[in-house]
Structures are given as structure tokens and as C-alpha cells.
């Protein structure tokens, strides 16, 4: 069975820093995307970064260009997102998801819908 278990979020204050990570457990193959989403209440949710396991390509949404950065482990079963010069508007619910279908000439600005496992979330609140 498939987890996919988010940490890392908290408060913190405008200009800050967090990072957040993200552990899939259950799904053997190393190559697959990891996506970081973000939904704030009555927003829909939004892709803020993305990355394929199995080379060096990676998305980001512009509202977090130079600010956020996603990485990877060695193993292909945890990423990262570092998240700088934090703003009132990054308060959301993070959300980490994963795509197995996705290869390395996958567009990585994808939508929810080719994500198929989904964790639970981790809560961000950036206050001024």
C-alpha cells in the first residue's frame, strides 16, 4: 500500500523559512513525479513545484520562482521543498503528491488529475 506522509510545515513569521518533506513508502520504483501542492481555504488547489525523480527537471509555479526550491533524496522516495522569503499569501495547506506515470519526457506542469497518490497534507501559515 502507498503512503505518502507530509512534515515540516508550521507558523512562521512574513520573510521566513520552513521546510517541508515528503516520504512515499510502498512504491518500489525510483522514477516517478513528486509534486508539492498548495490549496488555501476557498481556492482551488494549485501545483507550486515539481520534480521527476529520475533526471534534474523541475516545475515552478511563478508566484514561488526564486523563492521556493525542490529537491530530491538519493532514492527517489523523499523530496524536499525549501521554502524562502516566505509571504502572508503561501498560507495554505501543503499537499505532496505523487505521479508513476509520469517520465522523463513527462511536462512536469501537470494537473491534479495525473497525480495518483495524495497525502494528507501539512499546514503553512505565514503571518506578517
Known amino acids: 500500500q502507498v503512503q505518502v506522509v507530509e512534515s515540516g510545515g508550521g507558523s512562521v513569521q512574513a520573510g521566513g523559512s520552513l521546510r517541508l518533506s515528503c516520504v512515499v513508502s510502498g512504491y518500489a520504483h525510483p522514477d516517478k513525479c513528486m509534486g508539492w501542492f498548495r490549496q488555501a481555504p476557498g481556492k482551488e488547489r494549485e501545483l507550486v513545484a515539481n520534480?521527476?525523480?529520475?533526471?534534474?527537471?523541475?516545475y515552478y509555479d511563478d508566484s514561488v520562482k526564486g523563492r521556493f526550491t525542490i529537491s530530491p533524496d538519493n532514492g527517489g522516495n523523499t523530496t524536499y521543498l525549501q521554502m524562502n522569503s516566505l509571504k502572508p499569501e503561501d498560507t495554505a495547506m501543503f499537499i505532496c503528491?505523487?505521479?508513476?506515470?509520469?517520465?522523463?519526457?513527462?511536462?512536469?506542469?501537470?494537473?491534479?488529475?495525473?497525480?495518483?497518490?495524495w497525502g494528507q497534507g501539512t499546514q503553512v501559515t505565514v503571518f506578517s
Open positions: 503528491a505523487v505521479d508513476y506515470r509520469c517520465g522523463p519526457y513527462s511536462p512536469l506542469r501537470r494537473p491534479a488529475r495525473e497525480f495518483v497518490y
Open positions: 520534480i521527476y525523480t529520475g533526471g534534474s527537471g523541475t
